[in-house]
Structure formats: structure tokens, C-alpha cells
């Protein structure tokens, strides 16, 4: 989505966009295509035929000596629109007893017009068609004698008329010249008139003009619809529009955190240490897996080596020995994160112990396969000595010499309370005595406010973010959470980070370095003996 949305969105980002969403584009076109196949094996066939007819000039207009009528394209849209008239249509809906499916359309740049009737088969097509235009063509031509036989009257009436204005003239003994002059207009008109009649008359007895049919309709040969082809084709561009659609509306909406500058940005420069890939093996997260004993040569185990040197050259001037890990929301991997972080530093020589500070759902001690209790709520209640308790409630790892456990112990009813007690604090000053480094597996930081406790009991804070599931206001609100307490994150863990089709930019590192090494078959982590090539031995754990 932060791609998308950047001012610099260009072409070559929209086809990543699309690549990263193709399957959806993929199912939308699948999904239109073959509703278009269903709907076609279940529409009724029809069928379509089509009787072509000629415009012509009326003979209802009365015509110009020595001029010859013309027909326009307003006279054959105006034949369009009497095809569909009303009269027309309930002439033939009378004679065939149904209202029939017609149209009409000009062919081409011609007066010609093409008249197709649709029926349930071939013969009633055929039908239907010429009953309609001839029945249009008679309609039309009883328009045209109509008109004719109007002209015509009227003709006949002027020239009445003239005749009738003529015979007092013409009865004149002695006509003046002006007489005559009157003479001869009207005479001329009378003739001009009488030409005009004689042109109707003759035009009348040829034919009365308008439309006549050129070509009768034939038994079609095959449906008309359904075109499956055609169906199919419209179905297939639908789909792919629809698909390209719901790619880029998904892509927009997603505020899923996938990449490592989005993760930064959103944190207000909190650096990112770690990108962790994504366990391909690990199905069912809620069993747990510690991958850098099943196979410690993995990209993944690569990973968590280099947060161990990120982690090893930060605390050299400092001497900070406490590391709270924690997260937004619950799920996104921090458990797993303290377990593994666990193992390699205590494999590169470091003294250390993990302790179980989520009294809400703790599940550290099953990374270990260990119990929680005696544990670290254990202590808080108990009005012993804390160095004796620690040594009761502590585990040793066998697979790990130099790393220890502490598990939750008992759940309470008030673990905000507890966690704020100073002989909370307290236990850690004790732990830092015997061990180099504590990693904290906290509650995560939106539901309850233990981590915000805890940030102020460590060191350093290490902010969980799982790409693909911590949306971006999770990051933003955890982030501020920890500021809000004066324990700025020191650097984001970046979980189960997968390669996005099309990512440009981001995260999207190779792990394609191996080791020419074939790692053994998975063990139970407490069976092995945590030695590995390269690893410095270890010491024993705190006592």
C-alpha cells in the first residue's frame, strides 16, 4: 500500500500491484468467463431474421416542374422511427395474434433499412419479419395516396378557383389592357397548376412511392443468441476489469505493515535489526518451533545470528543487560523471538536467562518444553529470600549450557500491580548479578499496560512486528505507547517476513548463501548438546 500510495507511483509500480495481486485478477476472470458459459447452456435459443426494405420518395408532396424528387437521411430516420410506431406495431400484433420483437437499422449509407424480427424458431423468425414489413409498407402507402389524393384536391381547387375568377374577365366586350394583362396571370398560374395535377396524377398511377420491399426474410440457419463466443469474449473483458479493480482496492486499503521502510517510517526512525524470514515448515504456530536448533544453518537462524551482533555491539559501551521483548497485538512472534535470541546468545558464550513476564498467556516455558512453575510470580509472592527462590524457580537448559528459564509461574489476578512492585525491580537487579544478559517475554503492549511496566525495568525494548498482520496503527500506537513511558524502542524485529511478488524497494533480501552442510534430523532441543561450528563454548548458568 505504501507504494501505491507514493507520489512516485509510476507504470512499472501498477504492474507490481497486479503481480502481487494476480490470483485475484485470475478469479475474477475465471468467475465471469464461466458464469458466461452457464448462462449460455441455459438461455433459450432465439433466433433472428431479416427483410430489407427501400426508402423512397413520397408522392404525397406535390413536385416541382422539371426537378425530380429526392429522398434525405432525415426521410429514412423518420421511416426508423414509423417502423416502431405504435400503428405499425398493433397492425401486426393483430394479424399474428402476439406483439412481435422487431428492429430496424439503416444499412450502412443507403436507404436501404433492415427490419429483423426475433422469434423462438427459424420459421416464426421468417414470419414475423415479412408479415411486418409488408404490413409496414402498406401502412406507408396508405400514408402516400392519402397525401396524393390531398395534394390533389387542393391542386384541383386552386385551378377552380383561378377558373372562377377568369369568367367575368373573359366575358368582357371591350377588355382594357389591364383586363388582359389579369387575363394572362391567371392563365398562367391555371396552367402551371394543371401541370402540377398531371405530374401527381401520372407519379399516382405508377406508384404512390415511400418504402417497398427489396429483400423478403429468409429461415435463418442458426441462433442468434445465445453467441457463446461473443458471451465469453464481454464475460472475459468484465472480469479482467473487475479483477484489475479489486487488485489496486486491495492493495489500497491493505494497512498491513510488510516491508522494512514502511516499518520505519511508521515507527519514527526506529531502526529495523532483523528481517526473520517466514518458516515455511512451521503450519500450526501453535506448536511451538525452535528453529535454530532444528536447523541452525536455516536463513532464519542467519537471522537471529545477526540480531545477535546487532544486539552484542550496542551493548558493548553500555553494559545493558536487560532486553524487554515485546509487540503490538498478541500472536505476532515475540515468544519465539526471546526463545531463539535466547539460544544464540547463549551459544556465542553469553550467560543467559529468559524469564516469562506475560502473566496473561504465557507459553515461553513450551518453547523448552518446561513447566512455568515455580516461576517468576512464584517470587514476587513469596517472603523468602529472592536469591534462594531464584535458585528454586531457575531451569537449565541441558541442549544449552549458559542459557536459563524462568518460567510465569502462577497466573495472578492483578499482574499490572505485580509487575509494578519494587520487588519486581528487585529481581531483575539480582538476575543481572549472575547472568550477561535478560530477555524479557512481556504481554503485548496494546491490551494491557504490563510492557509499558516492563520498559521501564529494561534496558533496552525490542518492538515484534509481524509483516502481513501488525497493521500500521498498531505500529504507530505501540511505538508512542513506549515513548509515552520514556523507553523508545531500540530496534523493530521484523517476523515471518515473506517475499511479496512485485516488491520494490523494501524487504525483499535473498537469502541464497548455504552452507555446504546437510543438517541432522529435528531433535528435541533439551537431547542435543548446542554445540556448532564456530561458537565459542559456554559457561554454566547462574547460581
Known amino acids: 500500500m505504501a507504494e501505491f500510495r507514493a507520489s512516485e507511483a509510476n507504470l512499472r509500480t ?13 478469479a475474477f476472470t475465471i468467475l465471469a468467463v464461466a458464469a458466461s458459459v452457464a448462462y449460455t447452456k441455459v438461455e433459450k435459443k432465439e433466433y433472428s431474421a ?7 420518395p413520397s408522392s404525397g408532396t406535390v413536385p416541382i416542374a422539371g426537378t425530380q424528387q429526392t429522398i434525405s437521411p432525415t426521410d429514412v430516420l423518420t421511416d426508423l422511427q414509423l417502423i416502431a410506431g405504435a400503428p405499425v406495431k398493433a397492425k401486426v400484433a393483430k394479424e399474428l395474434g402476439f406483439s412481435p420483437a422487431v428492429s430496424a437499422s439503416e444499412d450502412g449509407q443507403t436507404n436501404v433499412i433492415n427490419l429483423t424480427a426475433t422469434a423462438s424458431t427459424p420459421a416464426l423468425a421468417e414470419r414475423v419479419a415479412n408479415i411486418y414489413a409488408r404490413t409496414f409498407v402498406n401502412y406507408q402507402r396508405t400514408n402516400a395516396v392519402n397525401a396524393l389524393t390531398a395534394a390533389e384536391s387542393q391542386i384541383q381547387s386552386q385551378i377552380n378557383s383561378i377558373g372562377r375568377q377568369l369568367a367575368p374577365l373573359i366575358a368582357q366586350k371591350a377588355p382594357t389592357s389591364a383586363t388582359n394583362g389579369q387575363i394572362s396571370a391567371l392563365t398562367s398560374q391555371q396552367t402551371a397548376l394543371q401541370e402540377q395535377l398531371t405530374q401527381l396524377e401520372l407519379a399516382g398511377s405508377q406508384s404512390p412511392g415511400g418504402v417497398e420491399v427489396t429483400s423478403l426474410a429468409v429461415p435463418p440457419t442458426s441462433p442468434s443468441s445465445p453467441k457463446p463466443l461473443q458471451t465469453a469474449f464481454i464475460a472475459l473483458v468484465i472480469g479482467l476489469l473487475l479483477g484489475v479493480a479489486a487488485a489496486f482496492a486491495i492493495e489500497y486499503f491493505d494497512d498491513k505493515v510488510y516491508g522494512k521502510e ?68 498478541g500472536a505476532e512472534g515475540k515468544t519465539s523471538t526471546v526463545t531463539n535470541l535466547g539460544i544464540v546468545l547463549s551459544k556465542a558464550g553469553e550467560r543467559v536467562v529468559v524469564v ?14 518446561l513447566s512455568e512453575i515455580p516461576g517468576f510470580t512464584s517470587i514476587l509472592l513469596s517472603p523468602g529470600d529472592i536469591r534462594d527462590d531464584l535458585r528454586d524457580a531457575l531451569q537449565s537448559i541441558p541442549s544449552c549450557p549458559g542459557l536459563a528459564l524462568l518460567g510465569t509461574g502462577p497466573i495472578p489476578p492483578n499482574p499490572a500491580e505485580l509487575l509494578a512492585s519494587d520487588k519486581a525491580a528487585e529481581i531483575f537487579r539480582v538476575l543481572a548479578t549472575g547472568f550477561d544478559v535478560i530477555l524479557i517475554d512481556s504481554a503485548p503492549l496494546l491490551p494491557v499496560a504490563d510492557a509499558q511496566i516492563l520498559a521501564n525495568l529494561s534496558d533496552t525494548v525490542l518492538l515484534v512486528v509481524m509483516a502481513g498482520k501488525t497493521t500500521r496503527v498498531e505500529v504507530e500506537r505501540a511505538t508512542e505507547l513506549l515513548n509515552q513511558v520514556g523507553s523508545r524502542p531500540a530496534g523493530i524485529i521484523l517476523n515471518r517476513a515473506v517475499r511479496r511478488a512485485g516488491s520494490v524497494g523494501d524487504y525483499t533480501y535473498g537469502y541464497a548463501y548455504k552452507y555446504r552442510y546437510t543438517p541432522q534430523p529435528a531433535i528435541e532441543l ?3 548438546n548446542g554445540s556448532h561450528p564456530g561458537e565459542r563454548p559456554r559457561t554454566g548458568v547462574w547460581s
Not at 526506529?270 to 536455516?298: G, Q, Y
Open 262 to 329: 514502511e516499518a520505519e517510517r511508521l515507527s519514527g526512525g526506529v531502526p529495523v535489526l532483523a528481517i526473520i524470514p517466514r518458516v515455511k515448515s512451521w503450519k500450526n504456530t501453535r506448536r511451538p518451533m525452535v528453529i535454530t536448533e532444528i536447523d541452525p544453518f536455516s536463513p532464519v537462524t542467519e537471522a537471529y545470528r545477526s540480531l545477535r551482533t546487532s544486539l552484542q555491539f550496542a551493548r558493548q559501551d553500555t553494559g545493558r543487560k536487560t532486553i524487554l521483548v515485546t509487540s503490538a497485538a
Open 50 to 56: 431479416t427483410a430489407q426494405l427501400l426508402a423512397q
Open 526 to 528: 533439551q537431547a542435543g
Open 356 to 369: 516469562g513476564c506475560d502473566l496473561r498467556r504465557p507459553r515461553l516455558g513450551t518453547f523448552f518444553g
Open 14 to 26: 501498477y504492474v507490481l500491484v497486479l503481480r502481487r495481486h494476480i490470483h485475484w485478477v485470475l
